[in-house]
């Protein structure tokens, strides 16, 4: 079945410092791919998304691409802030999926 | 104007006593979840109904049981609670090929 492997955390970081989670995933066909960030005490809330390779979705300054060739899609931010801390969650979709697979999530600490 | 709201946001209660957690959308999805989460943040999906039908049902113990009433609406009644039932429960919404919307989840403490 469709599944997602991320980085495991946690994650430690000054601020400004350059942050990268890694995330691949298996899947048959085209699956869209998202990461999702929950801070503490909140649900989860979609920071980005891709729907097909080569797609590179962006938000609040972090960057994801889809890519196919090496089934990946590697979350990237350049300057990270103290309210950049929170657990990121990559997922995915399968085309006729009803659901979203979860990645174990990792946890970022940025400190000041 | 919360789209995705569940209540109660806490909820303390003894093993074996019965509880209900509540979720409604107003964005007008049409297929609703329930994921859980355990202590290290691993997110588990548990069920989802689409139109109020039951689309998928993972293998979660016969104790917990979803409900939609309608499509806005999926509760969850939880019989006979235990201690490995403590997590963050939350729910979700959204229409085919949308993302998810999640709920700000209810953390429940079996004692």
């Known amino acids: 079945g469709d599944s997602v492997t991320q980085m495991e955390g946690p994650v430690t970081l000054s601020e400004e410092a350059f942050l990268t989670i890694n995330c691949t995933y298996t899947?048959?066909?085209?699956?869209?791919l998202f990461w999702y960030v929950q801070y503490p005490g909140e649900g989860l809330q979609l920071l980005l998304k891709?729907?097909?390779?080569?797609d590179k979705g962006s938000n609040k300054g972090f960057e994801a691409t889809y890519r196919k060739e090496t089934t990946s899609f590697h979350l990237e931010k350049g300057s990270v802030q103290v309210s950049d801390s929170a657990v990121y969650f990559c997922?995915?979709?399968?085309?006729?999926?009803?659901?979203?697979?979860f990645g174990a999530g990792t946890t970022v600490t940025v400190r000041a | 104007d919360t789209a995705v709201s569940q209540t109660p946001k806490y909820l303390v209660t003894q093993m074996g006593n019965d509880k209900s957690i509540k979720c409604e959308q107003n964005?007008?999805?049409?297929?609703m979840y329930w994921y859980k989460q355990d202590s290290k943040k691993f997110l588990k999906i548990m069920f989802s109904?689409?139109?109020?039908?039951?689309?998928i049902n993972e293998t979660v113990p016969n104790r917990f049981s979803p409900k939609s009433p309608d499509k806005a609406h999926l509760n969850l009644h939880i019989n006979s609670l235990e201690l490995g039932d403590s997590a963050v429960y939350f729910c979700?919404?959204?229409?085919?090929?949308?993302?998810?919307?999640f709920g700000n989840g209810t953390r429940l403490t079996v004692t």
């Open positions: 979700a919404s959204s229409s085919h090929g949308s993302p998810l919307h």
């Open positions: 899947a048959t066909g085209y699956p869209s």
């Open positions: 997922a995915l979709s399968g085309v006729n999926d009803y659901k979203l697979s």
């Open positions: 891709a729907t097909k390779a080569d």
């Open positions: 109904y689409n139109n109020k039908e039951l689309i």
């Open positions: 964005l007008g999805h049409d297929t």
